[in-house]
């Protein structure tokens, strides 16, 4: 599990550089990619992945969030590169493996779960920021 975390780590920290994130929020964006993937990997346990990714998704909206109000830089630098980890870029491979394979049944399903998946990250991502908004509404304090 050690290792799946370093790997997160680097990951997302990684395409942080490939996204252009400034240098020195390279180890939040790090940070919350780790985040992300130690979730999933609890939440695995117990729940299908499209839930857990779902939660894990939601969870990295919201740290994304906080860090973008430490920090006063835009959320989606924290956010993009969080969500890396829990991206199904080798199920939609071996997705489409098998098309070219002509194994049409297990394609597929592998490009459903994929999809669903896929899916997960948006409707997690979309959770976190309504939530947010909300809050900033019910918080802001009203004009005399």
Known sequence: MIEQLITSFIASAAF?????????YLVQCGFVGMMG??????????FNTVQATLA???????????FAKIY???VIIFSVSGIIPLVPGGLA???????????YNTAIQLAAKAF???GSIAIGLVISEVLNQTVRKITAKPHS
């Open 116 to 118: 669903l998946i896929s």
């Open 72 to 74: 006063r830089t835009p």
């Open 37 to 46: 993937w130690l979730l999933y990997i609890l939440l695995q346990a117990n």
């Open 93 to 103: 491979y071996d997705a489409m493996r098998k098309f070219v394979e002509n194994d």
């Open 16 to 24: 942080g550089i490939l996204f252009n994130a400034p240098r020195k």
């Open 56 to 66: 894990s998704t939601f969870f990295v909206g919201l740290i994304s969030i906080i």
